[in-house]
Nanobody, 121 residues
Framework: QVQLLESGGGLVQPGGSLRLSCAVS????????VGWYRKAPGKQREQVAR???????NYADSVKGRFTISRDNAKNTVYLKMNSLKPEDTAVYYCNAAGLRTFTRASFDVWGQGSLVTVSS
């Protein structure tokens, strides 16, 4: 079984920073792409950032230049550093990871439990 554990959400003032973590654990042979998504009240879920195994990244236009996604393959952990936060960044942030399991090499595609980020003064 593969699980994702998110951490790092919370309340921050506009202009502040937070770092989200997504730790992947379980029967993992390889982790492929990992993405961060967010869901704000009344809005559709959107992909915020994505990183592939080689470290190539892409970002939503709304967060380019403010958010940075990175991964530590030795720790099976992906991070989302969020700077210059705005009230419109308020949302539940979800991590999604795809890859292959050990032994069977069966694929997995799993989601984290969500982490609330609130940007407010």
């Amino acid at each position: 079984q593969v699980q994702l554990l998110e951490s790092g959400g919370g309340l921050v003032q506009p202009g502040g920073s937070l770092r989200l973590s997504c730790a992947v654990s379980g029967n993992i042979y390889r982790i492929n792409d990992v993405g961060w998504y967010r869901k704000a009240p009344g809005k559709q879920r959107e992909q915020v950032a994505r990183i592939d195994p080689a470290g190539s990244t892409n970002y939503a236009d709304s967060v380019k230049g403010r958010f940075t996604i990175s991964r530590d393959n030795a720790k099976n952990t992906v991070y989302l550093k969020m700077n210059s936060l705005k009230p419109e960044d308020t949302a539940v942030y979800y991590c999604n990871a795809a890859g292959l399991r050990t032994f069977t090499r069966a694929s997995f595609d799993v989601w984290g439990q969500g982490s609330l980020v609130t940007v407010s003064s």
